[in-house]
């Protein structure tokens, strides 16, 4: 592929495989860098999940001291701190993807292949986490120096413009162009991602700015729910 591709492991997944192993799985499929997913919550409410979560830093020194490529950290619905951002960073991580509530909640979905009292654990959990936007703007007032990438919830050039506004380097979707992938092919895939890119240049113009880059200067006014939780930043 001529794209920049990562290659996506889980942490716990990671932590039991040699440096080279994961090397030479990223050099099977042309990954550029590695994604390591922190899935903590999934495994709880997954049946049969893992529930070893140690020594997760330890391994993300490792990797990124031996492996010789870009390591992105990213969560699967749930958000990341400040704190473990900032302890991300201090590991060398180069990239953090918060992946916040208000997307897919992995959760959620363990819930429904879940039984009795466990399904029950799940629901109750399934909205569990830090919103995308709440993590966008912790991040930044936090002085988070790694690439911040946004996804969680998604949907629209819009969406995707008021994350850069509050400080994400990158934005990312999935659950839309899945479905568009679903609907109507690679066509319609090209279509929807067009749309979002199209959404994204509207309101750059609307709101004075050349580059979606520099909407993280443009004016903004944080109202309702967002602003409880950036008022409420954990220090």
């Known amino acids: 592929p001529s794209v920049f591709l990562f290659g996506n492991l889980g942490l716990t997944q990671a932590r039991q495989m040699k440096t080279a192993a ?23 409410a997954q049946p049969g999940g893992d529930r070893d979560f140690r020594e997760g830093l330890t391994t993300i020194r490792r990797l990124v001291a031996e492996l010789g490529r870009p390591l992105m ?26 992946s916040g509530v208000g997307g897919t909640s992995w959760i959620g979905i363990e819930a429904l292949r879940a039984r009795r009292e466990q399904a029950q654990r799940g629901r109750e959990l399934r909205e569990w986490g830090i919103p995308t936007a709440a993590c966008v703007g912790w991040l930044t007032a936090a002085g988070v120096r790694a690439e911040i990438v946004a996804s969680g919830g998604i949907r629209t050039g819009l969406d995707a413009a008021r994350a850069l506004a509050l ?3 990158v934005t990312a979707v999935a659950q839309v162009a899945l479905a568009a992938l679903c609907e109507g092919g690679a066509r319609r895939l090209r279509t929807c991602l ?4 199209e959404g994204l240049r509207m309101v750059c113009l609307l709101v004075g700015q050349r580059k979606a880059s520099n909407l993280a200067q443009a004016p903004r006014v944080i109202t309702g729910e967002l602003r409880d939780w950036l008022q409420q930043r954990p220090t």
């Open 22 to 44: 994961v090397a030479q799985a990223l050099d099977r499929v042309g990954a550029d860098a590695l994604c390591l997913h922190l899935n903590a919550g999934q495994e709880l």
């Open 73 to 98: 950290i990213k969560e699967t619905g749930c958000g990341i701190s400040p704190t473990v951002a900032l302890a991300l960073q201090e590991a060398g991580v180069a990239a953090i993807d918060v």
């Open 167 to 169: 400080g994400a380097r």
């Open 194 to 197: 067009s749309g979002l890119i």
